[in-house]
């Protein structure tokens, strides 16, 4: 108890210096801030969830009593509580019926993904709900948040009209951002929950602290529900106010989602093949330097949830050769 009352302890402190490195505006303060989960998923994918959830409950008391009781909130509806539940699905696991006693059925890769994609939907959300309850309110609470960036970016004071060089209509720009700024988000949200559960089952691992055998990921499947909800996100985008909002956020993180099982997919279909490290190397290249061929990955994992397309590539794959007989020489 005492162990994990200390781990909890240093996760957590390390948590939110991280959190708040965000106040020095710096861009490499901006990437350390990206980071604050980790901590709390190390506490949790290395020792238990209880010393994950001291960690975040400790890192959220310290922030409000030192900066005020908003920003305590915000880390613990923001990185605290997700940290938390996403690193105690990685290690929750359940005995295999009929099975060895000893064997054991780990939370299955995929669904961790899908509950990622829905928490930073949530978070995403929820953090729109700050500004008001009605889609104006929140729109013009976004459109301030994206002036005061501007005006940072600029070097302008919070005072100054707002103006940017080389931009003709800049209200016309800012209409555009606060219209894709929520799905953005919640994009931004999944990929940093998800690179942050890697990076600490990579240390956890490296570390011998990783409980559960490290999972094929190529071969991870989505849960029977995530096309129904992608379906019912998809329908509630053409409704107006705030369910058309929430649904966009939840389309956008359940699309990486799917973006993501596309790459599995391709990662598990060209195995054997020669090349395959010129030709995925390329793949994530070409998605990183344009962006919108993701969309391409994202109708590959939708394909693979209908047609099953590694089982069919798995399929017309020959049998490997027998050995051969032994050279006597």
Known sequence: MKQIGLIGLGAGTASALLFVSTARGTAWALALANLAQLPIMIAAIGWTHHAAIVAVLLASAGLALVFGGTVGITFLVVIGLPAWWIGYLALL?????????????????GRIVVWTAIIAAAVALASMLRHGFDIAAMQAGLRRELERVLRFLAGL?????????????LDR??????????????????????????????????????????????????????????????????????????????????????????????HA??????????????????????????VLMALVGLIETVLGLRARHAARRPPPLPPGPRNPL
């Open 269 to 294: 279909i060209t195995t054997g093949i020669g090349g395959r490290r010129f030709m995925l190397t390329g793949l994530y290249l070409t998605v990183g330097l344009f962006g919108w061929p993701i």
């Open 93 to 109: 696991a359940r005995p295999i019926a009929g099975a060895d006693p000893a064997s054991i059925e780990w939370y299955p890769v």
């Open 157 to 169: 004071p919070a005072d100054a009209p707002l103006q940017s060089p080389g931009v003709r209509d």
């Open 173 to 266: 720009l800012l209409d555009v951002l606060v219209l894709i700024a929520p799905p953005m988000k919640a994009i931004g949200l999944t990929l940093t929950s998800l690179l942050n559960l890697w990076l600490a089952a990579l240390i956890a691992h490296i570390s011998g602290r990783l409980k559960r055998p490290w999972p094929a990921i190529a071969q991870m499947t989505f849960p029977p529900f995530a096309p129904t909800l992608l379906a019912i996100a998809v329908a509630g985008t053409f409704l107006s106010d705030l369910i058309g909002l929430a649904s966009s956020v939840m389309t956008a993180s359940l699309l990486l989602a799917y973006a993501l099982l596309g790459f599995a997919v391709m």
